[in-house]
């Protein structure tokens, strides 16, 4: 299992406490396809540390690569992006391990975007499909119980009737690619500054 402690809660933090919004939508739509995968400004989710894959409690939230050109959208970009990167850390741990992900399903807060959906599709280079349910924990534990209580014969027969898949993202090829090399510098950015969180406490 891969675990985030702070996921859309970033945004929630960087739209509210920082910009001064509820309108989430209207930050996001200065955000044109021609920008994505393109952006200078990375940003680490680790605003009360993390768990997978770092378990580093001292870790801690970042902007890195600004300049004067930099713009409010560039570093609204970065938290989404910087999210995706995140899970696309556990992701790759799986990979090490000999799973095959081709797909996966995303409800909760951050399913309500489109562009953060389109971000996690094309970073992680898989499809990504939008459930009917907005309460991804509290329905799989249902599920659980349904099972131990003899309405379904197991989790897989749960599942396959209770979710309800109502939108599919795919991933564009060229875009993936450049997320891709974007990933690559995110992912050195916390072994680099890591042993500097450690004095921030």
Not at 72 to 87: I, P, Y
Not at 113 to 123: D, F, Q, R, T
Request: include cysteine; glycine fraction near 8%; charge should be negative.
């Amino acid at each position: 299992m891969g675990c985030m402690l702070s996921a859309a809660s970033c945004n929630k933090w960087w739209m509210e406490d920082i910009i001064g919004t509820k309108d989430f939508a209207a930050q996001q739509s200065e955000l044109t396809d021609d920008k994505l995968g393109r952006n200078h400004v990375y940003f680490l989710p680790y605003l009360m540390g993390e768990r997978s894959p770092h378990n580093d409690p001292k870790a801690r939230g970042m902007f890195i690569g600004m300049t004067m050109d930099t713009t409010r959208a560039d570093m609204t970009q970065a938290v989404l992006e910087g999210v995706a990167f995140a899970l696309r850390d556990s992701f790759e741990v799986a990979r090490l391990l000999g799973i095959d992900i081709r797909r996966t399903k995303i409800c909760g807060g951050g399913a309500k975007s489109p562009l953060w959906k389109k971000m996690v599709a094309n970073i992680l280079n898989i499809q990504v499909d939008t459930l009917a349910s907005e309460e991804g924990p509290a329905l799989g534990g249902a599920m659980l119980a349904a099972v131990a209580n003899g309405e379904y014969e197991d989790v897989r027969q749960a599942a396959d009737a209770i979710v309800k898949v109502v939108d599919t993202i795919e991933p564009d090829e060229g875009l993936s690619r450049l997320y891709e090399e974007r990933y690559q510098t995110f992912r050195k950015i916390y072994p680099g500054v890591k042993g500097i969180f450690a004095k921030m406490q």
